[in-house]
Every structure is written in structure tokens, then in C-alpha cells.
């Protein structure tokens, strides 16, 4: 019998490693993004811990916070935050990460922004990205005057570890609009708190569903499309029950685009959704003033 030479035996490895991928995505009914996103989480946290492994570092029960010493006055609070919002967003999602969740913390805008590469006109209290949370220090943003639980209650805990715990549950499969919806509702039921501010009035034309799909981070009013995005949110679990929201997330963690997703857990078509939505939103929500 004829050995095979080194190239051949490399085709016949090819041939097979692409045969075994085939057999997997053929039997996981999910996308194949879905498959591959895991390992480009756990890749942008390795970095992330390896570039800020000569922070100063504070560990809780599920957090692992650092930060510089311009903030160490400010540990305790988030420390505070963090571990009051751990229970209420584990349980909203039926989730809790296998591993301490990753916290750092810049004592000032310009750092922040250096750390996302951001221009001068971004702005943000807290970001989640790659497996870990990035926040603003509350001495950056808070009153003098203000105290731990104005912090927890108006500060972005809640909203960014909804966002770590739902990008795990779902391997990263849904819509900006829809995750950025999913935080704001969380941060409502724990906190009682909406981001309410005149530009985001519900009394002016709104954006349209295929624009919130397409671009929602390129839309020109933000603070309307985040309202927009809760304002769905609120809808589907508030007329239609939690248990229907829930099953939105669950075909999205199945692989279901979000539209898909809605379609099938509300047995509605996609424009009579994005009319009952609107007129509930108008009903429920337009009159809602800043907080």
C-alpha cells in the first residue's frame, strides 16, 4: 500500500477538520458566529486582564475590581453596586457567569475614552465590552453631595452587567437596539430609574424599526433610539408578559434573529408589532418627564 506524502496527508487533515465543522453547524441549531463568538470574548478579556494586570485590584464574591489610586476612596461603592445588582440581573436572565466578572475603573473621561479609542465627543458612565465592565469613577460624574444609593440607583451597574450577563447567555446573537432595550428595562424593574431627557420625548417622529436594526449606533438622536429601545422592551413584557420576553431571549440563545425571535414568541407579523408597540409607547411612556 502507497504512503501518503506530507501533502497529501495535509489535504486529507483539511479535508476532514472542514468535515467536522460542517457536522457541528449541521447538528447546533444556531448560527455560526454563535459558535465562534466565545472564543472572541475570551480573547478580548484575556488582553484586556493582561493590560491591566498593574492596577490596583479589590476582589468580592463575584468581582474582581481594579483600579488606579486616584480611586481607591471610591472602591467601596462600587463594590456596593456591584454586588447588589449581581442577584436581581442573574435572576432576571436565569444566568450567573461561570467566573468573577472583571470591573475597571477610570478616574477620569479622558481615560476612558483612551481605552476605547474614542474621540473627544464620546461620552459614557459605563461600557461593556469583551467580557468585561468598564466604568467611569462615580467622582468623575456624581455631585459632591451624593450618596451611595443615588450611585446605584442612576449610576450604570445594573444596565452594564445586564449587558455581560444576556452577551453570555445569547453568544452574542441579537441587536443592538435589543440588548440596549433588555439594560434600560433591568435597570427599571431593580432601580425604578428611565434616562429621561428632552431630546428623547415620545412626542416627536420616531425611528423606524429597520433603522433601529440597521444602524442604532449611527443614529443621529441617541437618546431617542435608547428610549425607543426600552419603550419595545417594556411593551413585549408589560402587555405581553415576561414570560413572552422570555422567550424572545430563548430564540435568540437558539439562534433566532431578533425579528424572528419576536415574531414567533408574540404570533405577530413585523407590522402590527411595530404599530402596538408605538401606541402603548405613546399611551405609557410619552408623558414621562426627566428624572
Not at 11 to 18: K, P, R, S, W, Y
Not at 63 to 86: H, L, S
Not at 201 to 207: I, R
Not at 268 to 283: L, N, S, V
Amino acid at each position: 500500500m502507497r504512503m501518503m506524502n506530507h501533502s497529501e496527508a495535509t489535504t486529507v487533515t483539511v479535508l476532514i477538520v472542514l468535515a467536522v465543522v460542517v457536522f457541528v453547524f449541521i447538528q447546533v441549531p444556531a448560527r455560526p458566529q454563535m459558535l465562534l463568538y466565545p472564543l472572541v470574548r475570551q480573547g478580548a478579556q484575556a488582553k484586556l486582564n493582561y493590560e491591566t494586570r498593574d492596577m490596583a485590584e479589590f476582589e468580592t464574591e463575584h468581582f474582581i475590581i481594579r483600579y488606579t489610586p486616584a480611586d481607591a476612596g471610591n472602591v467601596a461603592m462600587v463594590v456596593k453596586a456591584a454586588e447588589q445588582a449581581y442577584q436581581p440581573v442573574t435572576s432576571s436572565l436565569g444566568f450567573e457567569p461561570k467566573k468573577k466578572t472583571l470591573i475597571l475603573m477610570y478616574p477620569d473621561k479622558n481615560e476612558l475614552r483612551k481605552a476605547f479609542g474614542w474621540s473627544s465627543n464620546e461620552s459614557a458612565m459605563g461600557v461593556y465590552w469583551g467580557g468585561v465592565i468598564q466604568l467611569l469613577s462615580p467622582q468623575a460624574w456624581l455631585k459632591d453631595t451624593a450618596s451611595v444609593d443615588e450611585f446605584i440607583r442612576t449610576g450604570p451597574m445594573v444596565h452594564e452587567f445586564t449587558h455581560l450577563v444576556f452577551d453570555h447567555v445569547t453568544n452574542g446573537n441579537y441587536s443592538r437596539w435589543f440588548t440596549e432595550g433588555l439594560a434600560q428595562y433591568v435597570e427599571y424593574r431593580v432601580n425604578h430609574y428611565e434616562w429621561v431627557v428632552p431630546g428623547n420625548t415620545l412626542h416627536q417622529p420616531l425611528y423606524t424599526m429597520e433603522q433601529l436594526n440597521g444602524d442604532f449606533d449611527g443614529l443621529a438622536n441617541q437618546a431617542l433610539a435608547y428610549r425607543q429601545s426600552l419603550a419595545v422592551v417594556r411593551y413585549i413584557a408589560e402587555v405581553h408578559g415576561e414570560a413572552k420576553l422570555k422567550q424572545v431571549i430563548d430564540g435568540l440563545k437558539a439562534g433566532q434573529t431578533t425579528e424572528r425571535a419576536i415574531r414567533t414568541a408574540l404570533e405577530m407579523d413585523d407590522d402590527h408589532f411595530d404599530a402596538a408597540w408605538r401606541d402603548w409607547a405613546y399611551a405609557n411612556m410619552a408623558n414621562h418627564g426627566p428624572n
